[in-house]
């Protein structure tokens, strides 16, 4: 929903030579959101790589080019998902990067999630240009990238931000400015370490009322009646009990983010032991050649190391 006369002026502003929206990364998180833009009615240019991606998507209205520049050629605002912060600055910066055909008050919206210190300084270089990035980083995993119901945590110029509230409604219902550029980074990076945190607290008690014969289904059934009720309890537990580990979020890049937010903490001089656990796991799942299954894949790690 649009909320203010600047945001409307933007849009007039993008349509005289802009109407389409760019996008970069049609991964596990990416793809849902590029078909939900389409389903809103919002004409997408995007890149990607995957052939069955690349069809899927043109099959449904979007536009496919062959290379990064033509995007920000054609489009004012662009999304970018992708897996670190290497890829983001790659995919801005390089000689085959955006930044070579970007105009006057562009507006990169990165909803990857990434170090906040990187973020800051992408930011302060495109202000150079008057052109602005958004840190964007989402939660909810595939499911919420599906429904459109994601948690967005905003960084960035709080004006930008209300030019661009009305396309982060299409992806999400819980959108929260957080504050200055890296601040929805560092936000996600606090996400991270209580979702991991949560889904070691979830392995542990069906481990427990597994081994004192309870059947799992009914044990999670009542603790989401009560204060104990979370979506880790609901999802993940699902996914523990039936076994069932295919991707919503990979716990490689569970790893990646833990990295992230650990990083953060030690810089700050904190000793966060529960988070530094939650890693610890993290890196075990890797370790095992389990990097692409989904993140609460953990537990399978907490079963064998408590028995």
Do not use: W
């Not at 030579?17 to 590029?34: D, S, T």
């Not at 009615?41 to 890149?47: G, S, W």
């Not at 499911?143 to 960084?155: K, Y």
């Amino acid at each position: 929903m649009i909320n203010s006369m600047d945001s409307i002026q933007y849009i007039m502003d993008v349509k005289k030579a802009h109407n389409e929206i760019g996008y970069i990364g049609l991964g596990i998180m990416g793809k849902p959101m590029v078909r939900n833009l389409i389903t809103a009615k919002h004409k997408v240019v995007f890149y990607a790589r995957k052939a069955n991606v690349i069809k899927e998507i043109s099959s449904i209205g979007g536009r496919y080019v062959n290379n990064i520049p033509e995007i920000s050629k054609s489009c004012k605002i662009i999304f970018l998902n992708l897996p670190d912060s290497n890829d983001v600055h790659e995919v801005i910066f390089s000689k085959t990067g955006l930044v070579s055909n970007l105009s006057k008050g562009s507006i990169i919206i990165d909803m990857s999630t990434i170090s906040p210190e990187v973020t800051k300084k992408m930011a302060k270089k495109l202000e150079k240009k008057s052109c602005y990035l958004i840190d964007a980083p989402v939660s909810g995993g595939e499911i919420g990238a599906i429904n459109g119901n994601l948690s967005i945590m905003i960084g960035g110029k709080k004006n930008i931000f209300n030019k661009i509230k009305y396309l982060l409604s299409v992806l999400g219902n819980n959108i929260t400015y957080i504050g200055h550029s890296g601040s929805g980074q560092v936000t996600k990076a606090c996400n991270q370490i209580l979702v991991a945190g949560t889904m070691v607290s979830v392995s542990e008690i069906l481990l427990l009322a597994k081994k004192l014969k309870c059947d799992l289904n009914l044990v999670k059934k009542a603790l989401m009646g009560g204060f104990a009720n979370s979506k880790i309890l609901d999802l993940h537990g699902e996914r523990m009990i039936n076994n069932d580990y295919e991707p919503g979020f990979k716990a490689g890049l569970h790893l990646k983010d833990l990295n992230i937010a650990l990083d953060l903490s030690d810089k700050v001089g904190l000793n966060l032991k529960s988070a530094k656990y939650s890693q610890k796991l993290m890196k075990i799942t890797n370790q095992n050649n389990d990097q692409d299954k989904d993140s609460s894949i953990i537990n399978k790690i907490i079963i064998k190391n408590k028995k």
